[in-house]
């Protein structure tokens, strides 16, 4: 039996009742909403996306955060699904959101669990995307993300090319969507 989708309402709640900040609740919904556009603007070009998946994803991409604040964010955050029984496709949104994507390599290094925690479907890809452009609540271009990334982690980090192989693959379909949308 495959386990179902939380509502928005349930996966706030779940926000809520783990610890999330209100800023970090606020960046998730930001992200939600942002995510959203992305997955319509690809609907509208033919594109096949679980538009429920791309929302619930991205409200609960950070779950982690209710723990701790280092990259392992996202381990913890897919622990916490796995307590909550959360989808598989959800555990993985989650676990594939930072840094347009984590390598085995870099998995290796952190002390993860060994494997491979990059976007794969449409929906992981929206969610790390939208992820990468929400600064706190905002819509920022994809320069000052690259530019904030480059100065944390260096500009030939591995994360650069992803973020921008990640840019290149949804600016074409968004357009100018960053420019009308409001948080």
């Known amino acids: 039996m495959s386990k179902e989708l939380p509502s928005k309402k349930t996966a706030l709640k779940f926000l809520t009742q783990t610890g999330c900040s209100n800023k970090v609740i606020q960046h998730c919904i930001a992200v939600m909403k942002f995510a959203t556009q992305i997955a319509k603007a690809c609907k509208k070009i033919g594109l096949t996306v679980d538009m429920q998946l791309v929302q619930i994803g991205a409200l609960l991409h950070d779950i982690g955060r209710s723990r701790t604040h280092t990259i392992n964010h996202v381990i913890v955050g ?9 989808p598989n496709s959800v555990e993985s949104i989650i676990g594939c959101h930072a840094g347009g994507g984590i390598t085995k390599k870099e998995a290796e290094k952190l002390g993860w669990p ?19 452009r929400i600064d706190g609540i905002r819509v920022v271009k994809i320069e000052q993300t690259i530019k904030k990334l ?7 980090h591995s994360t650069i090319n992803r973020v921008k192989k990640l840019h290149y693959e949804f600016s074409s379909i968004i357009g100018k969507l960053e420019k009308n949308f409001i948080t």
């Open 78 to 86: 897919v622990e916490i699904a796995e307590s909550l029984n959360l």
């Open 114 to 132: 060994i494997k491979q925690y990059l976007p794969k479907t449409i929906e992981e890809k929206i969610v790390a995307y939208a992820d990468k």
């Open 150 to 156: 480059s100065k944390e982690l260096g500009n030939t």
